[in-house]
DNA sequence: TCCACTTATATGCAATTGCATCTAGTGTGC
DNA sequence: GCACACTAGATGCAATTGCATATAAGTGGA
């Protein structure tokens, strides 16, 4: 267990820094404009592109680095407002399968162009398309997708 | 309002998912070692930055980026427990300063050691001293200091 | 001085999160 | 076919967060 650098650690609190601020300038727009928080975005995307055959809860999960049973309420309040529908899932007498409703389409498309432009103020904004890309690079390694 | 661009989108999606993955394993190996959460961490050191003079809540507040009623709760936790210690502004009758005790500064140095390993393990692991520099570097441009 | 406005902090109450644990299936070795 | 360890998901309860609003004090004029 060697002891970080100092360049580590400032990245670290930078990290949470510009996290922290950039998720405030979204979740806020997304409050003033009167739509759900954006976790619930991110399970409609997930669920959309996952298409017909839909996702395990459980594979949802790992997609969005959410706790169980953070999920499994999450879940229970986009089915309460008729976005996901829960199925039991065929294979598997324990799981269920998730899919998106029409309505939850609706809701996706009607959060984004919100959901756009608080990116780009929180984050676009305030780099050129090289840092960006350079920025999301150096992201990914810290979480590398399929690690 | 522009509409971000794909590389903006994906700094974006790789902060957020970045941030949730280093704040799992900082989070989740405090608790292990039985600590306290990463917040009390924020303003222990803050405090004891401040030295002597001490803190108003506000300025903490923007040097967390903490909703206020989060602060004030946060402070009552820290203050029931004896790691800081609330008195009356003199110069603001409205205020209070903050000052971080003995107990205080000891939980801290506490905490340092697994916090240390947990930054390491989270980000150090994954850049060269190079990246790490880098993407402090741009973070930074997210959220400047004295912006 | 008085008033309207702003800033600093606290707080009641509802929603969300975290923790621990529960239930129900699955799979494996025998 | 059984015992046992494991995975998927839900849930009761406590802690935290978010929201709206309250209280109290500072500030800048008319």
Same mark, same amino acid.
């Given at each position: 267990?060697?002891?970080?650098?100092?360049?580590? &650690?400032?990245?670290?609190?930078?990290?949470?820094?510009? =996290?922290? %601020?950039?998720?405030?300038?979204?979740?806020?727009?997304?409050?003033?404009?009167?739509?759900?928080?954006?976790?619930?975005?991110? &399970?409609?995307?997930?669920?959309?592109?996952?298409?017909?055959?839909?996702?395990?809860?459980?594979?949802?999960?790992?997609?969005?680095?959410?706790?169980?049973?953070?999920?499994?309420?999450?879940?229970?309040?986009?089915?309460?407002?008729? =976005? &996901?529908?829960?199925?039991?899932?065929?294979?598997?007498?324990? *799981?269920?399968?998730?899919?998106?409703?029409?309505?939850?389409?609706?809701?996706?498309?009607?959060?984004?162009?919100?959901?756009?432009?608080?990116?780009?103020?929180? &984050?676009?904004? =305030?780099?050129?398309?090289?840092? %960006?890309?350079?920025? *999301?690079?150096?992201?990914?390694?810290?979480?590398?997708?399929?690690?």
């Amino acid at each position: 267990m060697t002891a970080p650098s100092d360049s580590v &650690v400032r990245a670290w609190t930078r990290l949470e820094r510009a =996290h922290r %601020a950039a998720l405030a300038t979204v979740e806020g727009r997304l409050k003033e404009a009167g739509l759900p928080p954006l976790a619930w975005y991110d &399970v409609l995307l997930e669920l959309e592109r996952a298409g017909a055959p839909g996702l395990r809860p459980f594979e949802l999960q790992k997609a969005m680095l959410l706790a169980q049973y953070n999920l499994s309420r999450l879940i229970d309040r986009l089915e309460a407002q008729g =976005h &996901v529908a829960r199925a039991a899932s065929e294979d598997d007498g324990r *799981g269920q399968v998730l899919a998106i409703t029409a309505k939850g389409r609706a809701m996706r498309r009607k959060i984004w162009p919100v959901y756009a432009a608080a990116i780009e103020a929180a &984050v676009g904004a =305030h780099l050129s398309p090289t840092e %960006a890309r350079a920025l *999301g690079d150096l992201l990914e390694r810290l979480y590398p997708p399929r690690s």
